[in-house]
C-alpha cells in the first residue's frame, strides 16, 4: 500500500491529554507525509486497510485545515478513532509538532530533523493589559443581547448567544486566565475547557455549572445571571493580579440596563421570575 500512494513518512502525536490520561476514548492522530496527493482526494482506499468504517468526516476528501492537505477522521467499527491528517510538503520544520510524538516511518528522512516537544503550545497565555481591557469590556456589550432576546421570547437566539458567545468566547476565556494566573501560567485546560474541573474549586466549579441552565426562559435568565456572576468575580481578581482595573462604571450600568430591560413592558413576554432576588444576586450591590 505505501508503494501506490508514495508514501514517505508517517508520524502519530500522541493526545493532547498525553499518554497517561488516555482512555479508551481517546483518538490516536495520524499525520502523513506524502509525494502525491491525488490518490487521496479521489479514494478513500487507505482508510480501509484500518479496519471497517463507521463514519468518517469530512465525508468526502478534504482539507479540514488551512495547513493541510486532506483530512480523514474516521471511528472504525471496533470503537477505535484515528484522525489522519496528510500533506504534501517537501519538508517539515523541526517544532512542526509541540506535542509527544512518534516517527512510525521516514524513508527519506524527512522528519530527522524533528526538534523535541516543548509541551507549551497549548499552555494558557498571560494576557496583556490591552487584551484584558478590550475582553471585560467587550463582554457587557454582548451581554445584553441575552436578556433582550429573552425578553422578545426568542429562546433560540437567547440561548445561542448565551452558550457561543458570552460563555464560550468571554467566560471561559476569563477562567482560563484565572486558571493561568493561579498556575504560574504553566497549565493547559484543554480543549473548550474540558479539564476546568481539575483546577477550579468546588464552589467556581459549582457556579460554572450553573451557567448552563435548563430549557426555558426563567431556566436561560438564571443561567445568564450565573454567568454575569462568575464573570465579573473573575475578571475583578484576574485584573487585581495583573494590575488592569476593571470596568465599575460600564459594569454599574449595564447591570442597570439589564433590569431595565426586565422590569420595561414590551407587549410579549409575562415571566413568572422573582427579580427582586434574582437581580440581587446579578449584582450584589443593588
Known sequence: MTGQINLKSAAYLYNKCGPPLCDVLSDYDIEFFVTEIEPFRQSDALLTHFGEVMVRWPFKPRSGAPWVDITRLVI???AVRIDFQIHKVAEVAPDAFDDDYKVLLDKDGLLSRLSPPTHTKHLIKEPTRDQYETLVNEFWWNAHYVPKYL??????????????????????TVIEWFIGSQNDWSVNTGVCGCKFRRYLDGQTWAEYESTFGSPGLEEQWRAFLSCVNLFRRLAKSIGDSLGCEYPETVDQKMTEYFWWIWSTEIGKANHTLHTDGDFAMLHPRR
Open 76 to 78: 472504525l467499527s471496533d
Open 151 to 172: 425578553k422578545r421570547d426568542e429562546l433560540p437566539l437567547a440561548a445561542s448567544m448565551l452558550g457561543k458567545s458570552i460563555r464560550f468566547d468571554y467566560l471561559h
